[in-house]
């Protein structure tokens, strides 16, 4: 008897607790588990922010697995699309990207535009997220997608386990041929573990301001929105085998990881000082001086005797990525 290769899969599409209300789970939680059901590689692709990333990088470099650095662009239309930078220069046209749209909007929101994304550049990789009712308009911005970053746009294909998963993967395919962006497998990830999906269901409610009695077609239909094994995922995608081995090579192809990050800070002496901290601290309580004339009390020194310690700090912070 030949033996059959084991499946290879790369979880790309993971929400997690840093978008608000929405994600179940810690970064830490979902990158152990995507470790322990023997993941290529793991994602956390939160709601137009980085900011568990961190957390993320930290889990897997304990747990051994690869993690993909990216973010789930949420536009102001509604349509969404993961995207994932390569390499250095890409992940930092997706920071300016993400500032500038936080700068366009009130705190807490971030507004992006379908014209903002020319920002992004070459060095990216973008999954197109469709919604559960998808037709023709979000037909248009797919081909628009693909259009302005041709040859690295996907469109990612998800199960809602509502009795008509084969005809609509039948019909995300047929969009994929037309606009030439191949089918990823995800399990669009809510949390780690079914066990979660109560909490899940509650952060809805906050978020739609409803109770669970009220929520009704808001809530989840099922508990299927946690990672699964590779074996699972070739399972619930007959037929489909390239598109889940697809997120291995979208996985290999994101090569850019948070230890090439680093503070940036002159090592040369400057000024009337013999390093740049000193000279910096000279600088900054002569600015302190003329902010407040009147004197500095004791908890507005200690806020900037801290800050200037962070700052200090702050250039090894790469040891403890």
Request: glycine share 8%; net charge negative; aromatic share 8%.
């Amino acid at each position: 008897m030949t033996n059959m290769a084991k499946p290879a899969f790369a979880e790309l599409g993971v929400t997690s607790n840093f978008s608000f209300l929405r994600g179940g789970s810690h970064p830490h939680e979902l990158v152990a588990t995507a470790a322990n059901l023997g993941l290529t590689a793991v994602a956390i692709a939160d709601r137009n922010t980085l900011t568990g990333a961190v957390r993320a990088h930290a889990a897997a470099k304990e747990t051994g697995i690869r993690l993909v650095v990216g973010v789930r662009l949420v536009l102001r239309d509604g349509f969404e699309a993961l995207c994932f930078p390569t390499n250095r220069e890409a992940y930092g046209r997706l920071t300016k990207l993400l500032t500038f749209g936080n700068s366009k909007a009130p705190k807490g929101e971030c507004h992006i535009n379908f014209d903002d994304l020319d920002r992004l550049g070459s060095g990216q990789r973008l999954i197109a997220m469709p919604p559960y009712d998808f037709g023709a308009r979000f037909h248009i911005s797919l081909e628009r997608l693909a259009a302005l970053f041709p040859g690295e746009t996907y469109l990612a294909a998800n199960l809602n386990y509502c009795g008509n998963d084969r005809a609509r993967l039948d019909r995300l395919a047929e969009f994929a041929r037309l606009c030439r962006t191949p089918l990823v497998a995800t399990n669009d990830v809510l949390y780690h573990a079914p066990g979660r999906r109560p909490l899940q269901d509650i952060l809805t409610c906050i978020r739609e301001h409803c109770t669970i009695d009220d929520a009704g077609f808001r809530l989840e239909g099922n508990a299927e929105r946690h990672l699964k094994a590779p074996t699972e995922m070739a399972r619930l995608f007959p037929g489909h085998a390239e598109a889940v081995a697809r997120s291995v090579a979208i996985a290999e192809d994101c090569q850019f990881s948070l230890k090439e990050l680093e503070y940036e800070y002159p090592d040369e002496p400057t000024g009337q000082s013999a390093t740049p901290q000193e000279e910096l601290e000279r600088l900054t309580w002569i600015g302190a001086r003329e902010r407040f004339p009147e004197g500095l009390d004791d908890g507005l020194r200690k806020k900037i005797e801290n800050e200037l310690l962070l700052i200090a700090e702050v250039k090894y912070a790469r040891y403890f990525l």
